[in-house]
Antibody
Framework: EEQLLESGGGLVQPGGSLRLSCAAS????????MNWLRQAPGKGLEWVSG????????YYADSVKGRFTISRDNSKNTLYLQMNSLRVEDTAMYYC??????????WGQGTLVTISS | EIVLTQSPGTLSLSPGERATLSCRAS???????LHWYQQKPGQAPRLLIY???SRATGIPDRFSGSGSGTDFTLTISRLEPEDFALYYC???????????FGQGTKLEIK
C-alpha cells in the first residue's frame, strides 16, 4: 500500500528554521515527481514546491522562493523541505504529495508547522 | 495568473440529491490541467477527478467531472452521507510551472 509519512513539524519562532521530511513507501519513489503543499488553519490549499524524479527540475511558489529548499534522497525514499527565515504566515499543515502527470495522485497526512513568538 | 473561482461557497443538500459544483477559470485552461479533490475534516485531500473528467482509482461512479475552456463542473449524482466535505478544483500552470487551487466549496448536509 502506498504511504507518505511527513515529520519534522513543530513550533518555531519567526526567523527560525525547520526541516520537514516525507518518507515514502509502497511505490517506486525514484520514478515520481514529488511536491510540498500547505494549508493554513481554516484556509485553502497552496502549492509550495515541486521536484522532478531525478532532482533536475525544481520549482517554488513565489511566497517561499529564496527561503525554502526542496530536495530528495532516492536511496532513502525520502523528500525534504528545508524552511528558513520562517514567518508567521508560514503557519500551516504541510503535506507531501506524489505527482503524476499534472496532478497530485496521493497525499500524506501532513505535519503541522506553527510560527509564533 | 489564471485564477480559479469555485461556486457556490457552500452547498446545502440532502442525501440522495444531486450536487453540482462549479469551477470557473479567469482564462482558458487545458482539460488535462484541471483536477478535483475532496477533503474531509482532519484529513488530507484525496484525488477525485483528474484531467477534468477521469475518475481516480477507487472513486465511485456517482462522481463525475465535465467541462472545458473556462468552465468545469464536478457532479455527484446521488449524495451519500460520506460525500459531505470540502471540494477543491486545481489547475497546473505551465509557464512558469506551478499549481493553483480554487477557494473550495463546502458541501454540507441540509
Amino acid at each position: 500500500e502506498e504511504q507518505l509519512l511527513e515529520s519534522g513539524g513543530g513550533l518555531v519562532q519567526p526567523g527560525g528554521s525547520l526541516r520537514l521530511s516525507c518518507a515514502a513507501s509502497g511505490f517506486t519513489f525514484s520514478t515520481h515527481g514529488m511536491n510540498w503543499l500547505r494549508q493554513a488553519p481554516g484556509k485553502g490549499l497552496e502549492w509550495v514546491s515541486g521536484i522532478s524524479d531525478d532532482s533536475s527540475r525544481i520549482y517554488y511558489a513565489d511566497s517561499v522562493k529564496g527561503r525554502f529548499t526542496i530536495s530528495r534522497d532516492n536511496s532513502k525514499n525520502t523528500l525534504y523541505l528545508q524552511m528558513n527565515s520562517l514567518r508567521v504566515e508560514d503557519t500551516a499543515m504541510y503535506y507531501c504529495a506524489r505527482g503524476r502527470s499534472y496532478y497530485f495522485a496521493s497525499w500524506g497526512q501532513g505535519t503541522l508547522v506553527t510560527i509564533s513568538s | 495568473e489564471i485564477v480559479l473561482t469555485q461556486s457556490p461557497g457552500t452547498l446545502s443538500l440532502s442525501p440522495g440529491e444531486r450536487a453540482t459544483l462549479s469551477c470557473r477559470a479567469s482564462q482558458s485552461v487545458s482539460s488535462k490541467y484541471l483536477h478535483w479533490y475532496q477533503q474531509k475534516p482532519g484529513q488530507a485531500p484525496r484525488l477525485l477527478i483528474y484531467d477534468a473528467s477521469s475518475r481516480a482509482t477507487g472513486i465511485p461512479d456517482r462522481f463525475s467531472g465535465s467541462g472545458s475552456g473556462t468552465d468545469f463542473t464536478l457532479t455527484i449524482s446521488r449524495l451519500e452521507p460520506e460525500d459531505f466535505a470540502l471540494y477543491y478544483c486545481h489547475q497546473y500552470l505551465s509557464s512558469p510551472p506551478g499549481h493553483t487551487f480554487g477557494q473550495g466549496t463546502k458541501l454540507e448536509i441540509k
